[in-house]
């Protein structure tokens, strides 16, 4: 089935520093990729998606695009804000599969 | 609006006594799911469902149950809880057919078994 490998966390960044979170995916067919993020204390919130090659999704400054040569979706943003603290997902799902997630990175940005 | 409703938010119960986390959509999806988020785990798959009367496995089924009896509802029991099944729960939804289909989750519910 569809699998998730998502970059590691903790990640601590001082505000206004490049945010990396990288992830990789492994799917058949047409695979739909997407990031989600966690704020402290709430629920997911569908940050960014992409639906096919060379998509690019972004949202809130954040950026990913979907590279099939690599299998990759990293979520990039160019400035963080202490606001972007939270628990971001990667997640995949293709046709009817169920959704599947990364196991999480969280983000700890200081002022 | 377009919501996923889970309820109860937050519970506190006891070994052995059956409950049930109730889901409901208000979108028409055929496609409905449950996962459980656990610390250094993520979030993995309970069961799921893709139209009434049909409901698969996730990764993690045992000790849970499923049923959906009509298509806006799925709701998910825990016959014995146990403590190792103290966790926030999501419920999901979306439709199927198309790509890219935007899944919508819950507030999430806290469970905590003693």
């Known amino acids: 089935g569809d699998s998730v490998t998502q970059m590691e966390g903790p990640v601590t960044l001082s505000e206004e520093a490049f945010l990396t979170i990288n992830c990789t995916y492994t799917?058949?067919?047409?695979?739909?990729l997407f990031w989600y993020v966690q704020y402290p204390g709430e629920g997911l919130q569908l940050l960014l998606k992409?639906?096919?090659?060379?998509d690019k999704g972004s949202n809130k400054g954040f950026e990913a695009t979907y590279r099939k040569e690599t299998t990759s979706f990293h979520l990039e943003k160019g400035s963080v804000q202490v606001s972007d603290s939270a628990v971001y997902f990667c997640a995949v799902y293709s046709g009817n599969t169920p959704l599947v997630f990364g196991k999480g990175t969280r983000l700890s940005v200081i002022a | 609006e377009a919501q996923v409703t889970q309820n109860p938010r937050y519970l506190i119960t006891v070994t052995g006594k059956k409950l049930t986390v109730t889901c409901s959509q208000n979108?028409?999806?055929?496609?409905m799911s449950w996962y459980r988020q656990d610390p250094g785990l993520g979030l993995r798959q309970i069961y799921y469902?893709?139209?009434?009367?049909?409901?698969d496995k996730g990764d993690v089924p045992e000790g849970y149950k499923v049923s959906r009896k009509e298509k806006r509802n799925f709701p998910l029991i825990l016959e014995s809880p146990s403590p190792n099944q103290t966790s926030l729960y999501f419920c999901?939804?979306?439709?199927?057919?198309?790509?890219?289909?935007?899944?919508?989750f819950g507030e999430g519910s806290w469970l905590t078994v003693v």
């Open positions: 799917a058949t067919g047409y695979p739909s």
């Open positions: 992409a639906t096919k090659a060379d």
């Open positions: 469902s893709m139209n009434v009367e049909v409901t």
């Open positions: 979108m028409n999806h055929e496609y």
């Open positions: 999901a939804s979306r439709g199927l057919g198309g790509r890219g289909n935007t899944i919508y």
